[in-house]
């Protein structure tokens, strides 16, 4: 995370990515070198966490722990 102290950070990696578009892409290239792809799913994260009253960062910590509990 370039500044942690950002409190609208996001970190689009993998599993972000595949929660973000509800598929499992495997050793499958996500194209998050592309800066529009990964800012789009970044966005996707701030505006859920928007509509719930909570930061980015925690919104993708719980989907992420989700995804893990359900493999």
């Known amino acids: 995370m370039a ?10 990696d993998r599993h972000a990515h595949d929660i973000a578009v509800r598929e499992v892409y495997g050793q499958r290239d996500r194209g998050l070198g592309a800066a529009g792809r990964y800012n789009v799913l970044a966005d996707c994260y701030r505006a859920a966490a ?10 993708q910590a719980v989907t992420w722990v989700a995804h893990i509990e359900r493999k």
């Open 3 to 12: 500044d942690p102290k950002n409190e609208h950070a996001v970190v689009i």
């Open 50 to 59: 928007k509509e719930i009253g909570e930061i980015p960062s925690k919104v």
